[in-house]
């Protein structure tokens, strides 16, 4: 329940009770009587705490034995429900939720359908229309940053920027013809140009994204690699996904493992973040982990497309950089991280054949300050502390999936919706208020995206140039 | 959109239109501009369909170029939204929700937690409570059916009966004292009893629920069958589920598996609905064929437990009488059969190898009249056919994570969640309008739930008797 108090009237009340033995402390918002759970280092969870917000920033994460201490402007009563950090997902192509529900089970898909299908049909419209609709899909599922990779990303933030969210936004490399370049170095100078225009925003990191090491030549990889030092920017890359990649990669390099060909010509980093990242032995792991890379893990497309399962679980308990993706909507087929959690618990306990392999705490962890390490944000972002940006969501813990609560990390794991988060705050504003969003018109997005995907049927559909 | 029209203001307009050239046929409900999901034998969708309800049944399914034949006193215009057969929980222990989130990894948990549990806890109170939660969760999720194997199966059937669902609900045998029954016999007697009460009900099929081969006695398990075909009704038995089922089994019977010892006993019968069956091997599911078995497949459950896939996929393309379960809410956690789309594709890809290997029209035909076959109920449900119970789910394809649909198998299997449910008939009746409940109050339940979880928090947890 939110409820906006006027100063004058706060104040009054406050000097009703015995405030006047405290210091008050004014706060730009307050959640009170929150199951919070802070993910910070010693996991704290507080029954009946608050989380105190000034600005962008949170200044106080208490058990709210000391509620009385604080005056706020904006007051959500979280009436028990769960507070915690803002969801990060680590990887997606946003704007691709136009195809989502397309030729789901072709086999070789990317080759044979997504790249035909994305020569036809990615504009700068279809970019925009696309990452509008995901961007309200995330909002409304408690995603408060995200790292995406695809074309035209100048369009995706402009998007991210309206609605208020943050993210990563990697500008894609390839080695053939896309939409916004004609090859690799057009693709370069488009990403450093996109770099150069977003470098300083608040909420907006720019980012290299070459596709996938078989995808791109050494040189192109090379040339990132020393770009993004140069900028000091993230580098977003498929790692290790596929079986196609293992046999270029093994070809090109006298039958080194992506990772390892990867180690060998310097594009391992700590501006590295690796999606997938599937196909790795233990020597694999340990070099992610010398270099310091990043790791998104998206358990649903991976499965989904039959691609095997990430030894993630090992790459958390060995201490590297690794949180939870979606990837896209193509793939998934939802962005909201939300959807990954019971998947991500439920088969890695069924490849370890141990129930116990997967404890929800573990999956909590890698949706938010395992996350934030995999974008080395850690410092920001990823858990409910004093001095971290107040990027924050409450989960309904009344829906009839969510009753009873008697751990809450169960609960979000096995039982949540992404449909039961109730607010979304990213960088101390409100962007979702019990689930109606304040910084766009959902439905106006909505159509846009339907009206789209009637040219998608036109184009590609009706014509017959693509299989149902 | 729902719209009750007077009847005379309806026949005014028909008559202003062309209809006098039709045999216009009044019915009691119609949904049309529906993108009709119907299941029948040929998989037929109609993509600006209706679906015309007298009393309750269904009296038309249709591409809607009839939509004038029709005037009704309830009309939904379904705009695009998908309208489908209603689902059908296979499996599951409803009045479990009461303890939904305790101790989800704990060894062993069965013989270690979760009995231990119900011998304190359960109670006529308990199971209603319960089984009023489960309802409404399942209501809201779209499930129309569903079958129950747990204690007080009376207090269930109150339950059903009162909300308006339909549901084939078996009263619980096992060789130890349970809350209802100090013995086999005795729970042999309370189920007698509950069936003769409930034989002649239209919307509830009483039945026999012998938890397990390993946990009866054979001589219980004959007696239960001979009793099963005297009075007609269904046999709900958890089978081939665990490591400890297949040893006590093959100690008992010289080494047989558990569908070889049911099988030498004479109790696979058309009666019987065997849950989970996940150990079996060629020759077991044969014989389950040859008796005409049905089957419960509960993926999320049996994965979370790390039990293992059954080879549900083998089953169903067999021609086995096969549905989607979701098992209790201490093993699945939720209990909406939608749940398990997204997880029962993935996991059959994934243990496959074969990203083609589970189209989702096959999930939804599980879902469905696959459901209804394994209850032995696919002529009066399970499909959107003429003669059939008008039990229907209408489902939004306008909220974000639907948007758009290209394929609506897929849009279902990969990107629904049970909220996307909008309304929810069942015999003709809506029990839930635009996502509100119109037989039940949702609040009442929930505060009944989280008082009774209050308890067992005092009960098992804050005595320090259970570790969460």
């Given at each position: ?22 210091a ?8 009170k ?18 989380v ?7 200044v ?8 009385k ?9 979280a ?16 704007s ?23 020569s036809?049909?990615?504009?700068r ?6 990452a ?7 909002v ?11 074309y ?6 402009k ?5 208020g969210?943050?993210a ?36 907006i990191?720019p980012?290299?994204?070459?596709h996938a ?8 990889l ?8 140069k ?24 039958g ?8 060998d010509?310097?594009?391992?980093t ?10 790795v ?20 497309a ?21 949180g ?20 991500v618990?439920?088969?890695h306990k069924l ?12 999956v ?7 996350a ?11 858990s409910?502390?004093?001095g ?5 969501i ?65 184009t ?9």
């Open positions: 329940m939110f409820k906006k108090t006027l100063l004058a009237v706060s104040l009054a009340a406050t000097s009703l009770s015995s405030a006047s033995a405290f008050v402390e004014q706060v730009d918002l307050l959640i009587n929150a199951t919070v759970l802070t993910m910070d280092q010693k996991k704290n969870v507080f029954e009946h705490g608050l105190a917000v000034k600005d962008n920033k949170i106080a994460v208490t058990d709210g034995s000391d509620l201490e604080y005056e706020a402007s904006q007051t959500i009563d009436d028990g429900d769960i507070v915690m950090p803002g969801l990060i997902n680590t990887h997606t192509h946003v691709m939720t136009v195809f989502r529900s397309m030729a789901d089970d072709v086999p070789d898909r990317l080759h044979r359908y997504i790249f035909p299908l994305e036809k049909l990615v504009s419209d279809m970019v925009r229309i696309g509008q609709l995901g961007n309200v899909e995330m409304k599922g408690g995603v408060t940053t995200y790292a995406d990779m695809y035209f990303e100048d369009e995706v933030a998007t991210v920027d309206k609605i969210m943050r990563v936004l990697g500008e894609t490399v390839i080695k053939f013809p896309v939409a916004d370049a004609a090859n690799a170095d057009e693709g370069i100078q488009y990403a450093v140009n996109f770099i150069e225009s977003y470098k300083d925003h608040p909420r990191t980012a290299f994204a070459p090491p078989y995808t791109n030549t050494t040189e192109t090379k040339k990132i690699t020393e770009l993004s030092k900028y000091d920017v993230p580098v977003l890359i498929h790692l290790a996904e596929s079986e196609r990649e293992n046999q270029v990669i093994a070809e090109r390099s006298g080194k493992s992506p990772v390892e060909y990867m180690a010509i310097g594009a391992l700590p501006n590295l973040v690796g999606a997938h990242v599937i196909n032995s233990d020597s694999d792991i340990a070099l992610l982990k010398q270099h310091d890379v990043g790791v998104a893990h998206n358990m649903s991976n499965i989904k497309s039959a691609k095997g399962v990430s030894p993630a679980l090992k790459m958390f308990d060995d201490g590297l950089r690794i939870l993706g979606t990837d896209g909507p193509m793939s998934g087929n939802t962005i909201s991280t939300i959807d990954e959690f019971n998947q618990a439920k088969v490849v370890n054949k141990d129930r116990a392999a997967m404890p929800p705490v573990k909590i962890e890698m949706a938010t300050i395992g934030a390490r995999a974008l080395h944000m850690e410092d920001k972002i990823g409910l502390e004093p971290k940006l107040a990027d924050i409450v989960v309904d813990t009344k829906a009839p999936n969510m009753v009873p609560v008697y751990n809450p990390y169960s609960a979000l794991v096995y039982s949540a919706y992404a449909t039961n988060v109730k607010h979304t705050i990213v960088d101390g504003k409100v962007l979702m208020q019990d689930r109606q969003l304040l910084t766009a018109d959902e439905k106006a997005i909505r159509d846009e995206a339907l009206k789209f995907a009637d040219t998608v049927r036109k590609v559909i009706e014509s017959g140039e693509v299989v149902q």
